[in-house]
């Protein structure tokens, strides 16, 4: 279980930028290329009287040492080209799409890949380097240099790679869809249910929560932050082993201050006569807080990220609605995918089917209002943006089961008129 306290909540912003971030595979083939040259200087050694380095390398220990030292400055050279290319893409996607997008790139394996194989590279010469002796009549390290060489290669195939790769990525579509397909994955992991039931009636209420007001207890965040994630299992199991109704709060996605409502517990546990609290820093860490919003857990943020790209582009310093449509396309993909499929009510019950743990999670109404309302604000002037989401709507509406008509029916009759006034 994840400690949700201020040193945990640290802990763990920490561990998703090493994880997340840019350091965590260069550092692995730091590691790697050390393994790797400490390997061959053995090797070396092992074989120097089977194999003479003569064999792979025709030079002295003077010739050795110059080419090493040559691929170590090139490849700290283009470790720092595309690192400034990296932060230039980073900056541009920021300032053009979205600052949210950058999370992506961030992730982007191609990068982390090509600054490990140049960082590598950088370290296995350097370590190959300490171990030529200059005043050495002989040579005997004809494995590490072949192998240097052969970094060396590699590295330039790595950067006319990364080229081709950015080239491709920084285009719109690229950046489009790369958020869509994690939105997809988040969706399918967090916003249907799998299930053989009809299609909730989303115009009625889901379920009459009978919760007594107020609760017993008000369990406080320890620390402000944006919820990430919240450990269902761990709750359910925790509320049904104390008999306890607990309702988290906030909804994943949503900020919540130091201090303020986390979770709402109505029962008693066992060490509330002694006043202590372990028992509930318990149920407070299965909400896990963090500094913003993490896509694989949230669905509803790749959802946002679509959004903010669409307004962005709708801006007057920008005017780019064809940009606008690539985000909405994607939209229409998502919400075709959870039209005709029940979405979790956030209610969970022990396996007596007694109530235990509520959550608040979204609507179809919701994930709609969210789609369209803020794209159809900007884009009221734009025809080809109010055609699209017409478009959209109108494909929505005959994929959609009854309970779902009325609420893309009301969504259609508003993007009609700003259609009519654009035209």
């Known amino acids: 279980m994840q400690d949700s306290g201020p040193r945990g909540q640290a802990a763990s912003q920490l561990r998703q930028q090493f994880s997340g971030g840019l350091l965590k595979i260069p550092a692995l083939f730091v590691v790697g290329s050390l393994a790797v040259a400490t390997s061959s200087v053995v090797a070396d050694e092992l074989l120097s009287d089977i ?5 792979l390398f025709r030079g ?7 080419i090493l030292t040559s691929i170590a400055g090139a490849a700290i050279t283009l470790t720092a080209l595309v690192f400034s290319v990296t932060m230039l893409v980073l900056q ?3 300032s053009q799409y979205s600052p949210r997008s950058v999370g992506a790139l961030l992730k982007d394996r191609t990068a982390k890949y090509t600054l490990g194989v140049f960082v590598g590279t950088f370290t296995y010469t350097l370590a190959v380097l300490r171990t030529i002796d200059p005043a050495s009549n002989g040579f005997d390290r004809g494995i590490s240099v072949a192998i240097g060489v052969l970094f060396g290669l590699v590295t330039v195939g790595f950067f006319v790679n990364y080229v081709n790769h950015v080239a491709l990525q920084i285009r719109p579509s690229s950046i489009i869809a790369n958020v869509a397909t994690a939105t997809e994955a988040a969706f399918d992991d967090h916003l249907v249910v799998d299930d053989d039931d009809d299609v909730v009636d989303d115009e009625q209420p889901r379920a009459p929560l009978l919760l007594p007001d107020p609760p017993a207890r008000i369990i406080p965040a ?4 944006v919820v990430q994630s919240i450990v269902v299992d761990t709750l359910l199991a925790l509320s049904a082993e104390h008999d306890l109704i607990v309702r988290v709060v906030p909804a994943v996605g949503e900020f919540v201050p130091e201090g303020g409502p986390l979770i709402h517990v109505w029962g008693v546990l066992p060490d509330d006569a002694d006043g202590g609290g372990e028992e509930y820093e318990r149920l407070d860490r299965t909400v896990v807080l963090g500094r913003e919003r993490d896509l694989h857990s949230d669905p509803m943020y790749g959802l946002r990220q679509l959004i903010d790209i669409a307004e962005r582009a709708l801006s007057p310093g920008i005017n780019d609605p064809t940009t606008a449509c690539q985000a909405i396309d994607q939209i229409h993909n998502l919400l075709r995918r959870v039209v005709c ?3 979790p ?6 396996d007596d089917g007694g109530l235990r743990v509520v959550i608040s999670e979204p609507t179809w109404k919701n994930l709609l209002d969210l789609a369209v309302d803020e794209i159809a604000h ?8 109010g055609r699209r989401l017409d478009v959209m709507l109108r494909d929505l509406l005959v994929a959609a089961p009854p309970g779902r008509v009325a609420s893309i029916v009301r969504k259609l009759d508003d993007i009609g008129l700003n259609v009519e006034r654009a035209g």
């Not at 320890?222 to 932050?225: Q, S, Y």
């Open 341 to 343: 499929r029940n979405l």
């Open 345 to 350: 009510n956030g209610v969970h019950v022990d």
């Open 92 to 94: 541009l996607a920021g």
């Open 222 to 225: 320890p620390t402000a932050g």
């Open 51 to 55: 194999l003479p380095g003569a064999v």
């Open 378 to 385: 900007y884009g009221d002037d734009s025809l080809q943006v």
């Open 60 to 66: 002295d220990s003077d010739s050795a040492r110059s």
